[in-house]
């Protein structure tokens, strides 16, 4: 009986994703294992959970983000160097297969399903290939993941997708890159069916946006809430839309009635040149209306907690955005923050463009993709200093984590939604996130007794064209 190893390597630094208690388990090598013959032993290594120990295989599988693909590639050494082939796909290896195949024995580009089969076969006839181009397929005949090849007790979160593309194309993801801007959805009946074999209590709903991009789209989701309730599975729901979910006060309701407690929402900005050059074209038409406020409050009446995102130090941000982004997060409402910088993640328009300028800062490959995590700004935007985007991230975050607006803002939460289970998640992502602030290299800043004072004084400012050689220059505190 071959042996066929899985790998998820994971960066040093973790997130909400892998958080006890946040934690949600990889998809991609369960379809992996689910597409594989029965005739093969399969073992999976997340590392997300638990640190790697070798194991023997005859074939490795390893699939990694831009973050853990020097990971991947210090795992992929060691089987490699005792003569075990080594298969590497997932979006990273997707973006750079040139890279990549200099470290693994062969790349699968793109979604794996439509050529994993050849794969195998080719291994077991001893002629692997170097390079195997996936197909972006209908997902009529997606299989159900084999979740039993998990170790389910280490995860917080079960997981599933309902669909796959997006046509947005923000200049910042690399989904469109990988997943195309066709937008995909699954039967109905498989979604169902998969969702009954979950163990956990907890789902996150693991698509882009779980409303789609019309009225087709949403009347699925409707559709999939409705038959949540009518088969008596009780799960509790942590899903991604888009803004434009709060237009449609019975979804929620819906929703929130199917369990669905707490949603992610890409805010990005409150500047509206922001928007426009992340080519948010939702979230923009939106901000024009000054609707943010009313979206955001009909989902948190309807019972569901909102996570914001928000992407901060973007070419057309000047430090006056901390302040005017925390005045929002105030105002609205919101009950979870995510703040990241612009990453440029290789296959997106922001890559292209930074690189073509030769403007980004961090390009010692494969070592420095460590850095690409979405917490260093590796690059210096047009309208403040690195320095200063640091500065920024720092005050925000020791302003909206203290204990008074973290005990209030918790309040907010089971008070307006009536939920329980919204306020306590939004607690505990709080406390992920607050959690990884504190233990940053940046979180000692937050002591500079002029930190809180200079961005105060940039909040009473109003947005502002291009600044002045010395705003641009001057760092807000000075360097330790």
């Known amino acids: 009986m071959p042996k066929l190893l899985l790998i998820n390597p994971s960066n040093d630094h973790k997130g909400l994703g892998n958080v006890t208690g946040t934690a949600w388990p990889p998809l991609s090598l369960p379809y992996i294992a689910a597409l594989t013959p029965p005739e093969y032993e399969i ?9 790697f120990e070798f194991r023997p295989a005859d074939i490795v599988g390893i699939t990694a983000y831009t973050a853990s ?5 210090e795992i992929a050494a060691e089987y490699r160097a005792r003569g075990i082939p080594v298969v590497m796909g997932g979006i990273h290896a997707s973006m750079v297969p040139e890279e990549a195949g200099r470290y693994c024995d062969a790349v699968v580009v793109g979604e794996a399903e439509s050529v994993w089969a050849t794969v195998l076969a080719d291994f077991e006839a001893g002629r692997l290939g170097k390079r195997y181009e996936g197909a972006r397929r209908p997902l009529d005949d997606l299989p159900i993941p084999r979740r039993d090849i998990l170790k389910n007790e280490h995860y917080g979160w079960g997981s599933i997708q309902t669909s796959r593309g997006c046509p947005m194309n923000c200049s910042f ?3 469109t890159a990988f997943n195309g801007r066709t937008f995909r959805r699954r039967p109905l009946d498989s979604v169902m069916a998969e969702l009954a074999q979950i163990p956990q209590r907890r789902v996150l709903l693991a698509d882009d946006n779980l409303i789609g991009f019309g009225t087709e789209d949403r009347d699925w989701t409707r559709s999939f809430f409705e038959a949540v309730i009518r088969s008596g599975i009780r799960k509790t729901f942590f899903a991604q839309a888009s803004l434009e979910f709060g237009e449609d006060p019975g979804l ?14 890409g805010m990005e900005s409150v500047q509206p040149e922001s928007l426009e050059a992340f080519h948010k074209s939702v979230n923009l038409k939106e901000l024009a209306r000054e609707r943010y406020h009313e979206l955001i409050a009909r989902i948190r009446k309807g019972g569901i907690a909102v996570l914001g995102a928000f992407v901060l130090g973007c070419d057309t941000d000047d430090p006056g955005v901390f302040p005017r982004t925390l005045e929002f997060i105030r105002s ?27 403007r980004i800062l961090s390009k010692n490959f494969p070592g420095d993709w460590t850095e690409y995590r979405f917490t260093k700004m590796l690059y210096t935007p047009l309208r403040m200093s690195v320095e200063q985007v640091y500065e920024g991230f720092t005050w925000l975050r020791g302003e909206y984590y203290g204990a008074a607006p973290t005990l209030a803002r918790t309040v907010s939460t089971l008070w307006t939604t009536k939920s329980p289970i ?7 992502f709080n406390a992920s996130y607050r959690k990884a602030f504190h233990e940053s290299e940046h979180f000692r800043r937050l002591w500079s007794p002029s930190l809180r004072r200079d961005f105060r004084e940039l909040g009473r400012r109003p947005p502002r064209g291009t600044p002045t050689g010395e705003e641009t220059s001057r760092s807000l505190i000075p360097e330790a």
Do not use: H
């Open 43 to 51: 073992s999976v290594i997340d590392e997300n959970i638990r640190p």
């Open 69 to 73: 693909a020097p990971r991947a590639y």
């Open 173 to 175: 993801c690399s989904v």
């Open 252 to 265: 929620i309701r819906l929703a929130a009635r199917a369990g669905l407690r707490i949603v992610f929402i």
């Open 332 to 358: 609205s409402g919101i009950d979870v923050i995510q703040v990241t910088k612009p990453t440029p993640l290789p296959g997106t328009e922001l890559w292209n463009t930074l690189d073509g300028e030769g």
């Open 422 to 428: 919204a306020a306590l998640l939004s607690y505990k």
